[in-house]
Every structure is written in structure tokens, then in C-alpha cells.
């Protein structure tokens, strides 16, 4: 049950962003009233997945199903971990939107952001966001949510990609290119993105050491 609910969240955030893509490129809905209507859905359909998928595969609920988890002993450790990833993403995140005055793609009323925390990383809203997963794929000390890690991560470069390619370069041209220059990281810029590396490899470390009850040999 766990795993098929899992599953449907994936499918949800992977075809909600095709249809995003698909409606901005080969139809008119996006000169119209209904297309604001419909990014403030793709917002809540983007975030559902990658705030449930850590939650209700959580340690916290394995009194009610057979749920298997990753830190075992070391779960005090990852989840205060877990709440300085989660704050330091909703920080960004708050900044990122601050700033954020792209309102309405269609209106052409948006303008490059090149200040603030924009200045360290392209795509603060998505660093933001993946902070939060990461966050609370420890607190909820998910082996789902930890193992799909990887692939969350390659969901935001591909869509910070897209957004790059085909909105941002057509419209900002030279500038978008000289920003790119100068801010070289789409999500983590450095210490940032080595503390991860580091985190990353903890983890994996740790993974190592429960590996049998982990797979419940």
C-alpha cells in the first residue's frame, strides 16, 4: 500500500511537469487568465509529492504498516540534521520569493533577478525546496524518500535546465549568458554544495552499517 501511494506521488510530479511544458509550448493557454490559475496548481501538485512521499513512508507510522528504515540507531543524530536542512530551505525559500517578481509568464511584467540570494545560486526556489525533502526524508528517517533522494535532485536540474533553455535564455539572451558566467551554480553554490557531499557520504556510510536490518536479513 505504501509503496503504490509512493509510486502514484511520482507519477503526479513527473506528469505534472510534462503538462506544464506541453501547455506553455503547444497551446494558447498561456495568454490567457486560466494559465495563472493553472501554475498556482502546478505549485500545489509539484509540492505534494515531495512533502508526502517522506511523511507517509515515515518511520513514525511503522506501529500501522511494515515500513523499513534507514538510520535505526543513529535516528537522534539525522533528525536534528534533518530540522537544519528543513529550516535552511524554508529560509531560502522566503528569501528566493522575496525577490521573486515574476508574476504571470504571458504578461512579460518579469524582469532577470540577478541580486541577493540569486547572486549565489540560479535557482533558489529549487534549492530551497530540495533542502526541505532532504530534511525531511532524515526526520521521517524514510528509506524511500532517502533512496529517491538522487532522483529528486535530477528532477530539479533538468527543470532548472528547461526553465534556462527555453524561457530564460530566449527571453534575457547576452544578460541570461553573463549571468551565468558570473553565477556559475543552478542549486548549491560553495561550501554548501561540499557540506552535502559530505552529508551525502555520512549517509551512505551509515546505510553501510545497518545494511542487514535495512534489508531484513
Known sequence: MILFITILLLIILISNIVIYWFIFFKTEMKRTMSWDTYTKI?????????????????????????IRYYFHDHWP???????????????????????????????????????????????PLYSA??????????????????????FVLIIFNIKSFLEEKLLLLPKFGDNYLLYKEEVENKLFPPPYNYVLIIIFILVGYIGGLNLELIVGI
Open 42 to 66: 502546478f505549485s500545489i501538485l509539484f509540492a505534494l509529492p515531495l512533502l508526502s512521499i517522506p511523511v507517509i513512508t515515515s518511520r513514525f507510522f511503522s506501529l500501522f504498516f511494515e
Open 129 to 150: 525546496w530540495a533542502l526541505v525533502y532532504i530534511g525531511l526524508s532524515f526526520i521521517c528517517d524514510s528509506l524511500i524518500a532517502i533512496i529517491l533522494i538522487p
Open 77 to 123: 543524530i539525522f533528525i536534528l540534521l534533518g530540522l537544519v536542512l528543513t529550516i535552511l530551505g524554508i529560509k531560502v525559500g522566503r528569501l528566493a520569493l522575496a525577490q521573486n517578481k515574476i508574476r504571470g509568464l504571458a504578461k512579460g511584467n518579469y524582469k532577470l533577478i540577478t541580486t541577493g540570494i540569486y547572486s549565489l545560486m540560479r535557482h
